[in-house]
């Protein structure tokens, strides 16, 4: 089954830029999004179609991807924006299913 | 604005089946197309399924075919996910989500408050 692989952690100092990535053979084709998910929370949509913010979301959250790779990128990490990030997309097999990546945990401290 | 309420938290035995519901409010059943995903306590998310609007069916994932089922009842606009033959990793939350059909972004954008299963002897 497809899978979408991301790093267990990421840590930054508050003000820095946190890159979270995301690797998967069909992201050259399908789009990737991307979740924020603080504890004992429902996720909340953060970049969508691999660039694009959700209205409400703010401007230093940022997504690209090229080739097999996805990044969400954090500019100016805030201590807030500590949570667990999760890449989502679909594989290019044509069966429509989608699939969750593994989770990094993002530390801002 | 679409708001998704779920059913409350189950305790259920291992073998026996449960069925979360999903209550749409703000927008009808039919004008969304719904997914479940579930939440293993310390664990990722996982998606187990969902309408597809280009096939006209739900499609499941390879791991819960044959032991999940998702209707709606459009009467009530109510959606439920019902997965059988439970075992204790089945032990998480589960969550409906949709996508916002006033503006689309092509994933989940409005979540469930989620359902809390339990799966103990």
């Known amino acids: 089954s497809y899978e979408l692989t991301q790093p267990p952690s990421v840590s930054v100092s508050p003000g820095q830029t946190a890159r979270i990535t995301c690797s998967g053979d069909?992201?050259?084709?399908?789009?990737a999004y991307w979740y924020q998910q603080k504890s004992g929370q429902a996720p909340v949509l953060v970049i969508y179609?691999?660039?694009k913010r959700p209205s409400g979301i703010p401007e230093r959250f940022s997504g690209s991807s090229s080739g097999t790779m996805a990044t969400l990128t954090i500019s100016g990490a805030q201590v807030e924006d500590e949570a667990d990030y999760y890449c989502?997309?679909?594989?290019?097999?044509?069966?429509?299913?989608?699939?969750f990546g593994g989770g990094t945990k993002l530390t801002v401290l | 604005q679409v708001q998704l309420v779920q059913s409350g938290a189950e305790v259920k035995k291992p073998g026996a089946s449960v069925k979360v519901s999903c209550k749409v409010s703000?927008?009808?059943?039919?004008?969304?197309?719904m997914h479940w995903v579930r939440q293993a306590p310390g664990k990722g998310l996982e998606w187990m399924g969902g309408?597809?609007?280009?096939?006209?069916?739900?499609i499941y994932a390879q791991k819960f075919q044959g032991r999940v089922t998702m209707t709606e009842d459009t009467s009530t606009d109510t959606a439920y996910m019902e997965l059988s033959s439970l075992r204790s990793e089945d032990t998480a939350v589960y969550y409906c989500?949709?996508?916002?059909?006033?503006?689309?972004?092509?994933?989940?954008?409005?979540w469930g408050q989620g359902t809390m299963v339990t799966v103990s002897s």
């Open positions: 179609e691999d660039s």
């Open positions: 989502y997309s679909t594989d290019s097999s044509g069966n429509h299913s989608w699939v």
């Open positions: 309408f597809d609007p280009e096939d006209g069916e739900t």
């Open positions: 703000g927008y009808t059943l039919t004008e969304l197309s």
């Open positions: 989500a949709t996508e916002n059909p006033h503006d689309p972004v092509g994933a989940f954008d409005i």
């Open positions: 069909a992201l050259p084709k399908k789009y």
